[in-house]
């Protein structure tokens, strides 16, 4: 966890973001602060919901928990706390605002999940595991795999789905599942937050059908392209 704040912090630097050494003094005395309020499914809750909402809105994750920490809604485990940091609020707020939108736009919202691949997984274990981190090593590393698969799962059905519905000419399909995507967000840590075993079942069947639609929608994205492949190759009775 530790490296992956490491990252962020570097991220920061990078962008004209720069912490000063108040950064640790301001952030250790909130992580002393976060006690252990959740219980332990509350947690594990906590953990899930936070690498599966990565795959769909990683920045929209990190701002909300920041936010919703800092303004007193949750009391965050000291893994966590760095979220409620101003700078971090500010870069995850701004790219909350560019992913909103390029999220709508037909053709630019899958390019953009293409590019996010490499960073919502990840970042989805690192949150899951800075839920649970206060508990030992070993808590950490099943809530970052826990959190990681998640986050890939919701990453592979959004990303199927996105490229499927870019097969029709028209936007408001795009707008109106960009929406849905937003509000599952929203939804996902709210729930878990408040009604964590209500989550949990929630979870397990939305994983379940999010992985059929996956393949279903892959197979229907792999005959497309056999489809354009045979078009463009002069041979339209391939399939």
Not at 223 to 239: E, H, I, N, Q
Request: cysteine-free.
């Amino acid at each position: 966890m530790e490296t992956f704040w490491q990252g962020i912090v570097q991220w920061l630097h990078t962008a004209g973001i720069h912490l000063d050494a108040r950064f640790a003094s301001e952030v250790g005395p909130v992580a002393a602060e976060a006690t252990g309020s959740m219980d332990m499914p509350s947690l594990f809750a906590l953990a899930a919901a936070l690498g599966w909402a990565s795959g769909f809105r990683l920045y929209a994750v990190v701002f909300l928990v920041g936010a919703a920490g800092t303004v007193g809604w949750i009391s965050l485990p000291p893994g966590l706390t760095v979220l409620q940091h101003p700078a971090m609020l500010m870069a995850s707020g701004t790219m909350l605002f560019v992913e909103f939108f390029a999220d709508k736009i037909p053709g630019v919202d899958s390019v953009w999940d293409v590019l996010q691949s490499v960073i919502r997984i990840p970042a989805g274990a690192a949150l899951a595991a800075g839920a649970l981190g206060a508990d030992g090593p070993t808590t950490a590393a099943i809530a970052a795999l826990m959190g990681g698969a998640l986050a890939a799962s919701s990453q592979a059905a959004k990303t199927t789905t996105r490229a499927a519905i870019n097969t029709s000419p028209e936007p408001f399909s795009n707008l109106a599942a960009s929406l849905v995507e937003d509000g599952l967000v929203v939804g996902a840590v709210w729930l878990a937050t408040t009604h964590p075993v209500a989550f949990g079942i929630v979870l397990l069947i939305t994983v379940v059908l999010m992985g059929v639609v996956t393949v279903l929608l892959f197979k229907f994205l792999r005959a497309v392209l056999r489809r354009l492949s045979a078009l463009f190759s002069g041979s339209p009775k391939a399939v």
